[in-house]
């Protein structure tokens, strides 16, 4: 079970109304490489992965659902209040129709979220490596963000977060060493 | 520096587990794990067709894969 601590993991502060930029966030809210999408691969491995790395990946995953929410939390500022005419020009009329002003899990093309963009494979080495490779996409991800974003506040909250993806990302390496390591051989067959 | 093809661990068993538990459980840890840039002039196969049914031309490279339960 969890407890839940009402505040974010770390504060998000936007300065202006932008509507585009929030269809650009919303890729690391639904889509493949987004939080949702690690918070959700991380809980579920965990069951069939070697004692050892239990603990990481539940802890990772549950802050993965902590950085959901600043995201959540960024996307909701960006467009809180903006009407109808603001949200068509930022290209959002299709979201607008379809959902009013409320959040998705979609990516920034409107696609919906999908298992698919997640694996439980059952052997560790080819889950762990797959945890991987989705730090590290999701690091990419927010640098194209920051690139395409002018809002400095908003920017201070983003290098945040992927600074915590290289963390993420050195923890899972780590734990391929533990994977590695020739310890708890078996003796007797 | 030689590794073993496989690791071994043992799960947390509860008093509830309703299947039968298995107490040891495995998983492949192959050796491009621990390879890192192939040394040059690794050992070969001695003869083409060794290397040709192991699907590699390098020993050391070689991942034996036994069906589950099989193993020895």
């Known amino acids: 079970m969890w407890y839940y601590e009402k505040k974010l993991q770390y504060p998000v502060k936007v300065r202006e109304c932008n509507p585009r930029l929030a269809k650009y966030l919303i890729e690391q809210y639904g889509g493949a490489d987004g939080e949702l999408s690690a918070a959700l691969r991380y809980l579920n491995q965990r069951y069939t992965i070697p004692g050892k790395v239990i603990g990481l990946l539940n802890d990772i995953g549950t802050e993965e659902f902590a950085h959901l929410e600043m995201i959540a939390t960024m996307v909701y500022k960006l467009t809180k209040d903006a009407s109808p005419e603001q949200l068509k020009e930022a290209g959002l009329a299709p979201h607008y129709v379809n959902h009013d002003g409320a959040l998705f899990y979609h990516n920034s093309a409107g696609n919906p979220w999908t298992a698919e963009y997640i694996q439980a494979k059952g052997d560790p080495i080819a889950d762990i490596y797959e945890d991987i490779a989705a730090e590290e996409k999701a690091r990419a991800t927010y640098q194209w963000i920051i690139n395409v974003s002018d809002d400095p506040e908003l920017n201070d909250s983003l290098r945040f977060l992927r600074e915590r993806e290289i963390v993420h990302s050195q923890r899972f390496r780590e734990a391929v060493e533990i994977l590695k390591e020739e310890r708890d051989k078996k003796t007797i067959f | ?72």
């Open chain 2, 1 to 72: 520096m030689s590794h073993t093809n496989k690791k071994y661990w043992y799960p947390y068993v509860s008093p509830y587990d309703p299947c039968k538990p298995i107490t040891v459980k495995s998983y492949p840890t192959p050796p491009q794990l621990y390879m890192g840039f192939q040394p040059p002039n690794l050992a070969q196969f001695e003869t083409p067709k060794q290397a040709l049914f192991h699907g590699t031309l390098w020993p050391a490279l070689y991942s034996k894969y036994d069906k589950r339960g099989d193993e020895t």
